[in-house]
């Protein structure tokens, strides 16, 4: 189901590009000053399904799919304003998802031990220089 919720996006946005072996790249510094600055620029962001397919992928995230859920919450971040660079983000979640597609999480039936890491990006948050997780 969830593949086929998303399977729109692959066609349309990745079908013939290389797939992403990380949900988001560490290139990928998004901020409030690459939001569209005109109106012209807001008009062709306006054509773009971004918050249909962030909504997809926070679907996929929330049932399925873990693993994409910092790489969401960045890129939701902008869903009032996305730009150019906010849309790039979201092709690069969905050519990792194009390209883990097969990939699952399994649990065996052995005794499991929960473990938890956190890490912060130390002022990651580059228009609040905030640090988050």
């Given at each position: 189901m969830?593949?086929?919720?998303?399977?729109?996006f692959?066609f349309?946005v990745?079908?013939?590009a290389?797939?992403?072996?990380?949900?988001?790249?560490?290139?990928?510094?998004?901020?409030?000053?690459?939001c569209?600055k005109?109106?012209?620029?807001r008009?062709?962001?306006?054509?773009?399904?971004?918050?249909?397919?962030v909504?997809?992928?926070m679907?996929?995230?929330?049932?399925?799919r873990?693993?994409?859920g910092?790489?969401v919450?960045?890129?939701?971040?902008f869903?009032?304003?996305?730009?150019k660079?906010h849309?790039?983000a979201v092709?690069?979640?969905?050519?990792?998802?194009?390209g883990?597609a097969?990939?699952?999480?399994?649990?065996?039936?052995?005794?499991?031990?929960l473990?938890g890491?956190?890490?912060?990006?130390?002022a990651?948050?580059?228009d609040?220089?905030?640090s988050?997780?």
């Open positions: 969830v593949k086929d919720r998303l399977k729109v692959f349309a990745v079908d013939n290389k797939p992403a072996h990380v949900p988001i790249a560490g290139h990928f510094k998004l901020s409030k000053s690459q569209p005109n109106e012209e620029e008009e062709e962001m306006n054509k773009v399904p971004y918050s249909s397919a909504g997809s992928l679907y996929a995230m929330v049932c399925t873990p693993d994409i910092y790489a919450g960045v890129v939701s971040r869903l009032s304003d996305p730009g660079e849309w790039e092709k690069w979640i969905l050519r990792y998802l194009r883990t097969k990939r699952s999480l399994c649990f065996g039936n052995e005794n499991l031990k473990i890491y956190s890490d912060s990006d130390m990651g948050d580059v609040s220089r905030k988050t997780l």
